[in-house]
């Protein structure tokens, strides 16, 4: 591994805080995931406070068609909505949206507000059994992961969302999720 100067000591401090920030934007540019904080850190000095690196790098993109984003434990850079069509326009794909049908849709929805959640508890919900083939569905679109197991007779698997959940929802972490309220509101859950 190539060794790096984190410390920048030879830079004075307004050029070493913007070299770093320059470092977190060329590491989340080169990241088609979410960088977690422990990655981050390894490119910058210990004296780099990490939040304000990223909230002055946040600043600085406020003007630009991307910006840094938190989901779950990392950040990544993310094309902000209003270009979506630009960008689609450009690549010709169309309009690529998650392909999931209304069960599917309601059962990753049931996961992500009851996690960890086994296909029992997902039954309970539905009042009937839910498929191994649409959680195979949802995990293999990398929504859901395997929880831990279960503490009951059986230790049966549970259900969680993942990383990839909370980007392809723009989420940054799951108290970002709609209230039972909000949902109502929106005609999207009973009363």
């Known amino acids: 591994m ?8 030879d830079l004075p ?10 470092r977190i934007e060329a590491v989340l540019f080169a990241s088609p995931r979410p960088v977690p904080r422990a990655d981050l850190a390894r490119v910058v000095g210990q004296g780099a406070a990490l ?10 993109l406020a003007d630009r068609p ?11 850079l993310r094309t902000r909505p209003a270009y979506g069509a630009v960008i689609r326009a450009a690549a010709n794909v169309g309009d690529r949206k998650i392909d999931l049908s209304e069960r599917d849709l309601a059962v990753l ?4 507000y009851h996690q960890p959640v ?14 191994r083939d649409l959680i195979g569905r949802l995990a293999a679109r990398e929504l859901i992961a395997p929880g831990p197991r279960a503490p009951r007779r ?15 929802f723009g989420l940054a972490d799951l108290r970002d999720l709609p209230d039972a309220e909000q949902l109502r509101d929106a005609g999207l859950a009973g009363s």
């Open 154 to 168: 059986g230790a049966p698997y549970t259900y969680v969302t993942t990383p990839n959940f909370l980007v392809a």
């Open 109 to 112: 929805a049931a996961i992500a």
């Open 51 to 60: 939040d304000l690196l990223l909230d002055d790098l946040a600043a600085e």
């Open 13 to 22: 401090p307004e050029l070493r805080w913007r070299k770093w920030m320059r």
């Open 66 to 76: 991307y910006e840094v984003v938190r989901v779950g434990e990392g950040w990544l």
């Open 118 to 131: 086994t296909r029992d508890g997902l039954a309970e919900i539905f009042g009937r059994e839910i498929s």
């Open 2 to 9: 190539e060794m790096i100067d984190r410390e920048l000591a």
